[in-house]
């Protein structure tokens, strides 16, 4: 493999792995606060949906990715009055989201736009496109560093630098601040927050307000930048993937970033393989390449779940004592 396959592979793990990291980081907020969140694949969907569906209308990137976030945070705000204020079982009402987004972006897709649960192509005005920062084209002939500025760091939409923002950003509000001192307490020992005069229930909606911004912007990657209109089912499993990720990583945000990067480079290797054909083996059945993402997500879950350390108060609805 030469150096410029090298560095296609990369920027496609970087390209790919981008949703997986806001999915990831959506779960880490929520998790850490005591409610776990199977949803995340309903949410990302919903918002890659209406991303497109504005972005189609209105002709706005903007708005689009506005109208996106907004409605994964309603889907948040009913998982959190399930799981939080009715103490529902927060497995089943995740389930339940999931179901209800793919449903209803089908035949929202079919009514409005007629093409099978799709929306139609989107304009370049309507999506969020490559950047190319300052200097690319001069670093080109810098040897091994130019290139990677070049080719990996250069030309990425947006939404992508934002992914990479983001990890560094959770660490520092999760171990930095007082609201990620309280997060990380109430996830623990609720009874405790509790205790000290601080609402449970407060932060753990604040928890998953923020899971729904970030599954809002990993749905809107999806269908306004990294492709250009939204297909049926197009999460295709991502946010079960990014699910996987975060407990491999055992919900810590640095770890979270390189799990994604692997189930990243894993389904970019995917692709590549698809039309690439091994010595002695041959060209690789493209079932068996598609399948690999999920196939690893098994491996880590069936090697690491049981070495992982959740929050010892997730899943569980709080009760205040009287």
């Not at 497995?91 to 409005?112: E, K, P, Q």
């Not at 690319?136 to 923002?165: C, D, M, T, W």
Request: proline share 6%; with cysteine; hydrophobic share 55%.
């Amino acid at each position: 493999m030469d150096w410029l396959a090298v560095l296609n592979l990369v920027d496609s793990t970087l390209r790919l792995s981008a949703p997986l990291v806001f999915a990831a980081l959506a779960g880490l907020y929520s998790e850490r606060s005591g409610v776990f969140d199977i949803g995340l694949e309903g949410k990302m969907l919903a918002s890659a949906f209406t991303a497109a569906a504005v972005a189609a209308v209105s002709g706005s990137a903007t708005l689009a990715l506005l109208a996106g976030i907004g409605v994964a945070v309603v889907f948040s705000l009913i998982h959190g009055l399930a799981s939080i204020t009715y103490r529902g079982n927060q497995i089943v009402s995740g389930v339940a989201l999931n179901f209800v987004a793919s449903g209803l972006t089908i035949i929202l897709g079919a009514a409005w736009f007629g093409l099978g649960g799709g929306t139609p192509n989107l304009p370049a005005e309507a999506r969020f496109l490559p950047i190319d920062l300052p200097g690319a084209e001069a670093a080109r002939a810098i040897p091994v560093l130019g290139p990677i500025y070049a080719e990996v760091v250069s030309g990425q939409n947006l939404l992508l630098y934002l992914a990479v923002l983001a990890v560094p950003l959770t660490w520092w509000v999760l171990y930095r601040t007082r609201f990620g001192l309280r997060l990380r307490a109430v996830g623990e020992n609720p009874g405790a927050v509790d205790t000290a005069g601080i609402s449970v229930t407060w932060l753990r909606y604040r928890a998953v307000i923020i899971c729904g911004v970030l599954t809002g912007l990993a749905g809107a990657y999806l269908s306004i930048a990294q492709s250009a209109a939204f297909s049926r089912e197009m999460t295709a499993g991502r946010g079960y993937i990014a699910l996987a990720a975060l407990i491999f990583a055992n919900w810590k945000p640095v770890p979270v970033l390189f799990a994604c990067l692997l189930f990243g480079f894993l389904d970019a290797l995917s692709i590549r393989l698809q039309t690439t054909a091994l010595p002695l083996v041959g060209q690789i059945p493209p079932q068996f390449v598609q399948a690999l993402p999920y196939i690893l997500t098994v491996i880590l879950l069936a090697g690491f779940v049981g070495k992982a350390s959740p929050p010892r108060a997730g899943g569980v609805p709080y009760v205040k004592e009287r």
